[in-house]
């Protein structure tokens, strides 16, 4: 049975292509791209033939019925501009329809923008929350970085340089002065990665160029201490037993990390 293979391709450097990767697109009968040209490129670089058709945000409806009846007869891949498809790229559709169909779909993994990110960031890497591009307008972008505010992974998100000090702007209004990886151009000729704060790298990137990917850290917040019942209990056995309210303030906020003036209010309410 013909088998859809998903291939990850260079995200700067040509080198960085797998062997698997360069069989696979030499043995196919189609590759679906996202954008043609960078395609050809790669695959002039290593003298592969196959013939390519696009497959891209605005023509993926549309092309998606070519592209299963081409499976019918061989094999296909489906390549991004760079990196790994569907990942913030086309591909969703066709390998849904691929799977309802029961054609085999493949993973070729290789360079992605978001591990590589990742690794060179200096920040958390066990737990991360990967979100894309970020929305083009301040309020949506604004709304999307309050949904992981609390996340305590580090987040990572792409960004196009002409709106890259907005979102700075924007990360520091909603998310605080936290510590962020800033990396440009990542496997190319002008690669630079930058750690410091977010204000820092407002600082730093006065005319940014480049595709940049954010790596930020995550939410570093201790969860604030609660009134939990356990606690008015032992304020109650302390009220019985004699204590003064002072003695039993002190105590219990202590131990329990909680303020004063909220022991203080629960404290009222038993006598």
Same mark, same amino acid.
């Given at each position: 049975?013909?088998?859809?293979?998903?291939?990850?391709?260079?995200?700067?450097?040509?080198?960085?292509?797998?062997?698997?990767?360069?069989?696979?697109?030499?043995?196919?009968?189609?590759?679906?791209?996202?954008?043609?040209?960078?395609?050809?490129? @790669?695959?002039?670089? !290593?003298?592969?033939?196959?013939?390519?058709?696009?497959?891209? /945000?605005?023509?993926?409806?549309?092309?998606?019925?070519?592209?299963?009846?081409? @499976?019918?007869?061989?094999? #296909?891949?489906?390549?991004?501009?760079?990196?790994?498809?569907?990942?913030?790229?086309?591909? !969703?559709?066709?390998? #849904?329809?691929?799977?309802?169909?029961?054609?085999?779909?493949?993973?070729?993994?290789?360079?992605?923008? #978001?591990?590589?990110?990742?690794?060179?960031?200096?920040?958390?890497?066990?737990?991360?929350?990967?979100?894309?591009?970020?929305?083009?307008?301040?309020?949506?972008?604004?709304?999307? =970085?309050?949904?992981?505010?609390?996340?305590?992974?580090?987040?990572?998100? @792409?960004?196009?340089?002409?709106?890259?000090?907005?979102? =700075?702007?924007?990360?520091?209004?909603?998310?605080?002065?936290?510590?962020?990886?800033?990396?440009?151009? =990542?496997?190319?000729?002008? /690669?630079?990665?930058?750690?410091?704060?977010?204000?820092?790298?407002?600082?730093?990137?006065?005319?940014?160029?480049?595709?940049?990917?954010?790596?930020?850290?995550?939410?570093?917040?201790?969860?604030?201490?609660?009134?939990?019942?356990?606690?008015?209990?032992? @304020?109650?056995?302390? !009220?019985?037993?004699?204590?003064?309210?002072? /003695?039993?303030?002190?105590?219990?906020?202590?131990?329990?990390?909680?303020?004063?003036?909220?022991?203080?209010?629960?404290?009222?309410?038993?006598?």
């Amino acid at each position: 049975m013909p088998t859809l293979y998903v291939v990850a391709t260079p995200i700067g450097n040509l080198e960085d292509i797998s062997l698997r990767a360069l069989r696979t697109l030499r043995e196919v009968k189609l590759i679906a791209a996202e954008d043609t040209r960078k395609t050809m490129r @790669l695959l002039g670089a !290593y003298d592969i033939k196959t013939h390519v058709t696009s497959y891209y /945000e605005q023509n993926k409806r549309s092309k998606l019925g070519y592209i299963m009846g081409q @499976l019918e007869e061989g094999d #296909v891949a489906i390549v991004s501009e760079a990196g790994v498809p569907c990942i913030s790229d086309p591909g !969703y559709e066709l390998i #849904v329809a691929a799977s309802q169909q029961g054609i085999p779909v493949v993973p070729i993994p290789g360079a992605s923008a #978001v591990t590589a990110a990742l690794s060179v960031s200096g920040l958390a890497t066990d737990r991360f929350t990967y979100v894309g591009f970020l929305p083009r307008k301040s309020g949506e972008r604004r709304r999307l =970085l309050e949904s992981v505010a609390s996340e305590p992974g580090t987040i990572v998100a @792409l960004e196009a340089p002409h709106r890259l000090r907005q979102a =700075l702007a924007d990360i520091v209004f909603v998310l605080g002065d936290r510590r962020v990886a800033v990396c440009r151009q =990542l496997t190319k000729m002008h /690669e630079e990665v930058f750690r410091g704060t977010v204000t820092q790298a407002m600082e730093y990137f006065t005319g940014p160029r480049g595709e940049f990917t954010l790596v930020i850290e995550g939410c570093r917040d201790k969860a604030q201490p609660q009134l939990t019942p356990d606690v008015e209990r032992q @304020l109650g056995e302390m !009220y019985l037993s004699g204590a003064t309210a002072k /003695e039993a303030v002190a105590s219990v906020a202590e131990q329990t990390g909680l303020s004063k003036k909220e022991i203080y209010r629960a404290w009222l309410k038993l006598s």
